[in-house]
């Protein structure tokens, strides 16, 4: 059962999935609207490559790291309650960003960002799920919500280059701030409470050592990238990262309340999701961050130019996002997410066509592609996750998709700019070397789409809905309750 202070009306239900899709919209810009102002951000506070990639890195990884544990935590504390706590701290954490007088700091604030980055994410798919009934409607909550996943990544270049050319890179962190007071208040005055009956306990051992891990494993990626491999620093990170990786496993398996329930994984259907997830997040959503970098470094496009270069493959998500919605029962989930998956890597594959001198525009076919795939993955995602969670432990499995999704854009972006030589990332920098380096990542990054198609094609039930698949899935391994 749920706890619930507010009527689950029609106004209850769209003042929810109005509150989840701006917060969730204001997220992913956070992820993608910094592309467009990296360049900016790297002259106005002097910074390195590895101090521009940790803009990214460290607001994934710590969004990575900490939606697990939040989920649960969300399930114990209240959702509702814990998602104004998340709309809190990234908030402030947006003005410390706005105001950050040095790389270092921006990186940490992005950070903290990050963290509340994770309440709010983990808290999202759980308060749909309590105020919309599984069924048509809860389907189209699902496709806006999936939309604004993939729009909202999107659209961000544009709304970055915009803010950066007219105001500031500042400016894209200031946006936050009302956008956050608003989403509060109509949090506050709508949102139903919710709450797992019989929460599970904190794991802080797993946590610890699941952000160690993670943090180590992309700090070694990228500092042996600008440094070298042979340098002791990113060999004693990778180290420290296999360590505290498999110590973390044997931890899971072990302890009474795993962040990370080995029950979970056990189930095929809900396995190949989160496998699925960081697959699209380690290609398409990783690899953007060096496709936005081409256009201004090497193309010479303003902020603006390069966002509008973005600008109909934003739209193709939308359009495609909702239309699956009635795709809803009538398709195998299988067949939905590894046809998603196989246009994401045929659409990588088509902007390899990148070179020094070509059109702005030759890569925006395969973009649009990829897109289209993603604008199918998304809502299908979402679906397949609340089905595979219960009621009870909605915030649990959603908090477990996003670290999936989050970690593969943290691991993606620093793994994929191996490629990239540090310095041609720099404005003033090789382009013909960056070139070719970003023509390696984007045939790796299909590479790892195709692979998570494979995943989805061997993993998922081939003859049923996702709801489906969930109920057997069940008789199979039960959900503790």
Known sequence: ????????????????????????????????????????????????????????DAYTLALATVVLSAGSWADRRGRRHVFQLGIVLFTVASLLCALAPNIWVLDLARAVQGVGGAVLFACSLALLADVFDEGPARASALAAYGATIGGAFAVGPL??????????????????????????????????????????????????????????????????????????????????????????????????????????????????????????????????????????????????????????????????????????????????????????????????????SSSPYAILPGFVVSCVGAGVFNPVMSGLVLGEGTAQHSGLAAGINDAFRQTGIAVGVAGLGIFLPAQSMLPGGSPTEFVVGLQQALLVAALIAALGALVCAAALPARRSAARAVEQSREVVPVPR
């Open 1 to 56: 059962m749920t706890v619930e202070t507010i009527p689950k009306s029609a106004a209850t239900r769209r003042a929810t999935l109005t509150v989840v899709c701006v917060t969730t919209a204001m997220l992913m810009l956070d992820i993608a609207v910094v592309n467009t102002a990296l360049p900016s951000i790297a002259s106005d506070l002097d910074a390195g490559v590895s101090g521009l990639q940790w803009v990214v």
């Open 159 to 356: 709304v970055g280059g915009l803010l950066t050319e007219m105001l500031s890179w500042r400016a894209i962190f200031l946006v936050n701030i009302p956008i956050g007071l608003v989403t509060l208040a109509v949090t506050a005055r709508w949102v139903p409470e919710s709450r797992d009956p019989n929460p599970r306990g904190a794991d802080v051992i797993g946590q610890i050592l699941i952000s160690t891990g993670l943090a180590a494993l992309v700090f070694g990626l990228l500092r042996g990238n600008e440094t070298g491999w042979t340098d002791a620093q990113p060999v004693v990170a990778l180290v420290v990262a296999a360590a505290a990786l498999i110590a973390f496993v044997g931890h899971e398996t072990r302890t009474s309340a795993p962040m990370l329930p080995p029950h979970l994984l056990a189930n095929r259907a809900f396995a190949g999701a989160q496998v699925a997830a960081f697959a699209i997040s380690a290609s398409l959503f990783a690899v953007f961050v060096y496709t936005t970098l081409y256009l201004q470094n090497v193309l010479h496009l303003s902020p603006v130019e390069a966002g509008l270069v973005y600008l109909p493959a934003t739209v193709a998500m939308f359009v495609v996002a909702g239309a699956t919605a009635k795709l809803d029962g009538r398709v195998p989930v299988s067949v939905l997410l590894t046809g998603s998956l196989l246009l994401v890597a045929v659409g990588l594959l088509m902007m390899t066509v990148v070179d020094v």
